[in-house]
């Protein structure tokens, strides 16, 4: 369908007029300015109150703890990844929706604050997002955790829950739910969806190649914990919920997903948002459609927790 008013309406007010040069330019005194501001902030949701907020530290990586029932009885927990490319994005920047997601899913969510490239290059985001992830397991009352415990992320997010998702299948740890919000699975970049979404809509090829440079390096982007799509065996891995965007460059890679997972046994929803555009789902302030997928989300992982 075409693009959706208000991802046209963004596109126009945000995006017009863009440097083409993109992110290519920007060395490393760029990107921490860049990380050091928000321009964003107004749009992603209210900061709501809530009875419990707390920063910790997870084996040395630093988490933020939101709990929006007022008791102290062990609850479900979902731990989420924000997205950022691997090289923006944090703990604080997430604020909001880590608050939202703890009052509509009802659980205990703790944000990760991995460590980000390219001062961290791959594999320290991943080796984090396990960390933390492997601790919830090993100190179920340090997080008041009743033993059901999920993953979510948003496109570099979504990636890191993807790869934690396999290694708690791996290690024996079951996981009740992965939720991929527009993930990034294949550094391969070579799905149809990265021509015909190449350019204009908030995440461009180019910008797409750049974080993954930034990231990774020269690593072989066979490598599942670079690139779930590429992993061997898919089978046994936790349910999925898997939501994309038209106008994105990720959308074949994560729909592909959802389609291996299903062909594995692996029960596996996948909802496509029409029209929009990647980030959506960080910016309820801009796009109706943040909400609907916000809810439709919550209510899957309800259900799994």
């Known amino acids: 369908m075409p693009l959706h008013p208000q991802a046209r309406d963004y596109v126009a007010q945000f995006l017009a007029g863009s440097d083409d040069e993109g992110l290519a330019g920007l060395d490393l005194a760029a990107i921490q300015e860049m990380r050091a501001s928000d321009p964003m902030a107004v749009h992603r949701g209210p900061l709501t109150k809530l009875?419990?907020?707390?920063?910790?530290?997870?084996?040395?990586?630093p988490i933020r703890i939101y709990r929006a029932d007022p008791g102290d009885a062990?609850?479900?927990?979902?731990?989420?990844?924000?997205?950022g490319g691997w090289v923006f994005g944090s703990v604080k920047r997430s604020d909001a929706i880590g608050r939202d997601l703890a009052i509509r899913t009802g659980a205990v969510v703790v944000s990760v604050g991995y460590r980000l490239a390219p001062e961290?290059?791959?594999?320290?985001?991943?080796?984090?997002?396990?960390?933390?992830?492997?601790d919830l397991f090993a100190r179920p009352a340090f997080y008041q955790s009743n033993g059901s415990v999920a993953v979510i992320g948003d496109s570099a997010g979504a990636n890191?829950?993807?790869?934690?998702?396999?290694?708690?299948?791996?290690?024996?740890?079951?996981?009740?739910?992965?939720?991929?919000?527009?993930?990034?699975?294949?550094?391969?970049?070579?799905?149809p969806s990265y021509t015909a979404n190449a350019k204009g809509?908030?995440?461009?090829?180019?910008?797409?190649?750049?974080?993954?440079?930034?990231?990774?390096?020269?690593?072989?982007?066979?490598?599942?914990?670079?690139?779930?799509?590429?992993?061997?065996?898919?089978s046994g891995l936790a349910p999925?919920?898997?939501?994309?965007?038209?106008?994105?460059?990720?959308?074949?890679?994560?729909?592909?997903?959802?389609?291996?997972?299903a062909d594995a046994g692996v029960p596996a929803e996948l909802r496509r948002y029409d029209g929009a555009i990647h980030g959506f789902f960080g910016l309820p302030?801009?796009?109706?459609q943040a909400v609907e997928a916000r809810d439709y989300v919550a209510q899957r992982l309800r259900e799994h927790l």
Not at 206 to 224: E, L, T
Request: negative net charge; glycine residues 6%.
């Open 201 to 234: 809509y908030g995440l461009d090829a180019a910008d797409m190649a750049w974080f993954v440079s930034r990231y990774a390096g020269d690593v072989d982007p066979a490598d599942p914990r670079l690139s779930p799509l590429r992993l061997p065996d898919v």
């Open 51 to 61: 009875p419990f907020v707390r920063d910790e530290v997870a084996e040395g990586v």
């Open 285 to 288: 302030g801009l796009f109706d």
């Open 120 to 134: 961290h290059p791959f594999p320290a985001a991943a080796d984090d997002a396990w960390t933390v992830v492997r």
């Open 240 to 261: 999925a919920t898997v939501v994309t965007a038209e106008y994105d460059v990720l959308r074949d890679e994560g729909e592909r997903y959802a389609a291996r997972l």
């Open 74 to 83: 062990p609850l479900p927990v979902l731990v989420y990844f924000h997205g």
């Open 160 to 191: 890191l829950a993807a790869v934690a998702a396999w290694q708690a299948r791996d290690a024996g740890l079951r996981l009740a739910h992965q939720a991929l919000v527009y993930p990034v699975l294949d550094a391969a970049m070579d799905t």
